[in-house]
């Protein structure tokens, strides 16, 4: 076992699935440099990566062992946290050619069958080097042809593996517990950072690696939007409080949300956390092998429409969740994906109400044989208030 956590196995499965993608494809070799995808291939974790100055790269072939492309001075962290035995370094900061001359050299030294080499390019894709390298590796992988690997990776990350699985779940133990202690770190006084700071505290002490995402929104009777940093406005009675939270443990997140009263809600805020459950609970029946994504969108929008009540328009009711914080798919009407099981999900109606106020509330899934088990521990049925 690495200190990643995963075995040599888990990741030698993943090249082998990549490497089959890549012959039907018509892929020689894939370039990645995004942090994540090489987490994915290679396992390394490191805190380098808040410096823009040093960029990563793993090359995978179509066959054989995966190749890295490392600055110099990340061996020994690389040999720490990485099953790939296989790489090459050059002098960083060298800021008028940051490895690519290195990387090019290495996928062109592959043996060559279609010509063809992916690199990260397409939708919720991000790639670990400057624009003026990219087109300096393009140039110097001349003549091969660089085409998108981006929907390659998509597909590989969709299905979790079971330890990848009980990471999230763990992520969203974490988060749970610290939901169940909210009331504790709310007190007369408190501003919404003051809230934020305990809540991100437990959750750091619950065993989260770390805390990427607190979004935290508040106001009487409701919110405006969810998607807010914390800030110096003082929690009132009356307030609807709204906690959404990204936790990561071992590169592997948790991602959903709370809504609490502060004192006497008010009917109609009642009422709205209500149909926002009944909304839920439809989403998560629809959460099944052999539905679609699209389903999952339709079966909370028409529960939420069956209240009498109009849905929010944040174009999808939740999404994948994995080694990022948002993955493919999206529960949205024109989202056709297959679920399969080992896809790990978020189920995330919202409604509109009020003048201008939003309620969202967010479930974590993963799809089984049979249904889904839900990963976060579900909220409860009722507005929960928090009385001073």
């Not at 992916?118 to 003026?132: N, Q």
Request: hydrophobic residues 40%.
């Amino acid at each position: 076992m690495l200190n990643t956590g995963f075995s040599v196995t888990e990741f030698e499965a993943r090249v082998d699935r990549a490497q089959q993608l890549m012959a039907e494809q018509q892929l020689d070799a894939i370039i990645v440099s995004s942090e994540k995808h090489v987490e994915y291939f290679a396992g390394y974790r490191s805190d380098l990566w808040a410096s823009p100055t040093r960029p990563f790269y793993l090359i995978v072939p179509r066959e054989g062992l995966p190749v890295a492309v490392l600055p110099q001075g990340a061996d020994d962290a690389w040999r720490a946290s990485s099953w790939v035995e296989h790489f090459t370094t050059w002098p960083s900061p060298r800021p008028e050619n940051e490895g690519a001359a290195e990387v090019a050299a290495t996928t062109k030294a592959l043996p060559r069958r279609f010509g063809r080499v992916g690199i990260e390019m397409g939708p919720e894709s991000r790639i670990g080097m400057t624009l003026a390298d990219v087109f300096r590796l393009i140039e110097a992988l001349k003549p091969l042809e660089i085409d998108d690997c981006a929907m390659l990776c998509r597909q590989l990350r969709l299905i979790k593996s079971p330890a990848e699985v009980a990471y999230i779940r763990r992520a969203c133990g974490i988060a749970s517990d610290a939901f169940d202690r909210l009331p504790e770190f709310v007190t007369p006084g408190s501003s919404e950072k003051d809230v934020a700071g305990r809540f991100m505290a437990s959750m750091i002490a619950g065993g989260a690696s770390k805390v990427p995402f607190l979004a935290m929104a508040s106001g009487q009777g409701g919110y405006k939007t969810i998607i807010l940093r914390a800030g110096d406005r003082k929690l009132e009675a009356g307030d609807i409080l709204a906690i959404d939270t990204g936790v990561d443990v071992g590169g592997y997140f948790s991602d959903f949300d709370r809504n609490y009263a502060i004192g006497d809600p008010g009917d109609l805020a009642r009422s709205i956390y209500r149909s926002l459950q009944r909304a839920t609970d439809a989403g998560i029946a629809a959460a099944r092998p052999g539905n679609r994504a699209s389903d999952l969108f339709h079966a909370q929008a028409n529960a939420i429409e069956a209240d009498g009540i109009k849905p929010a328009t944040q174009g999808r009711y939740g999404h994948g969740l994995g080694l990022t914080l948002t993955e493919w798919p999206s529960n949205a009407a024109h989202d056709d994906t297959l679920l399969e099981p080992g896809m790990v999900l978020t189920i995330e109606p919202g409604i509109a109400y009020g003048d201008g106020l939003v309620m969202v509330h967010e479930e974590n899934l993963v799809i089984t044989e049979d249904g889904a088990e839900l990963l976060s521990r579900r909220g409860p049925p009722e507005l929960p208030v928090i009385a001073w």
